[in-house]
C-alpha cells in the first residue's frame, strides 16, 4: 500500500507563488505516473499536471499552463508542483496522486486510472 502525504499550501496573494510536495512512502515511486489534481469547493475534481514514470513527458491543465511546473525527485520519493501567478481561481483542495499502470513515457490525466492519492492540501488565493 502506498500512503501519499502533500504539503506546502497556504493562503497567498493573487500573483504569488507556492510549492506543493508530495511525499510517498510504502511503494517506491520510481513505478508511479504522478499527477496532481484539485477540487473547488462545488466542483468535480480536475487533472491539473501529469509526469510519466522516467520524468521526460509532462502534461498540463491548459488553465495552469505556463504558470506551474510538475517535477519529480525519485531519489526522495517525492513529487512537486511548482505554482507561479497565482489566481483567485486556483483556489482549492490540490491532491497529489499515483498510476502504477502508465509507463515509461505515457502520462494520464484521467482521475480513475490513478491508484493511490493523498489527503489534499488547501490552496487559498486572495484577491
Known amino acids: 500500500q502506498m500512503r501519499l502525504v502533500e504539503s506546502g499550501g497556504g493562503l497567498v496573494l493573487a500573483g504569488g507563488s507556492l510549492r506543493l510536495s508530495c511525499a510517498a512512502s510504502g511503494r517506491n515511486l520510481r513505478n508511479y505516473a504522478m499527477g496532481w489534481f484539485r477540487q473547488a469547493p462545488g466542483k468535480e475534481r480536475e487533472f491539473v499536471a501529469g509526469?510519466?514514470?522516467?520524468?521526460?513527458?509532462?502534461d498540463y491543465a491548459d488553465s495552469v499552463k505556463g504558470r506551474f511546473t510538475i517535477s519529480r525527485d525519485n531519489a526522495k520519493n517525492t513529487v512537486y508542483l511548482q505554482m507561479n501567478s497565482l489566481k483567485p481561481e486556483d483556489t482549492a483542495v490540490y491532491y497529489c496522486?499515483?498510476?502504477?499502470?502508465?509507463?515509461?513515457?505515457?502520462?494520464?490525466?484521467?482521475?480513475?486510472?490513478?491508484?493511490?492519492w493523498g489527503q489534499g492540501t488547501q490552496v487559498t488565493v486572495s484577491s
Open positions: 496522486a499515483a498510476d502504477l499502470a502508465t509507463a515509461g513515457w505515457r502520462t494520464s490525466s484521467i482521475r480513475d486510472e490513478y491508484d493511490y
Open positions: 509526469i510519466s514514470v522516467n520524468g521526460g513527458n509532462t
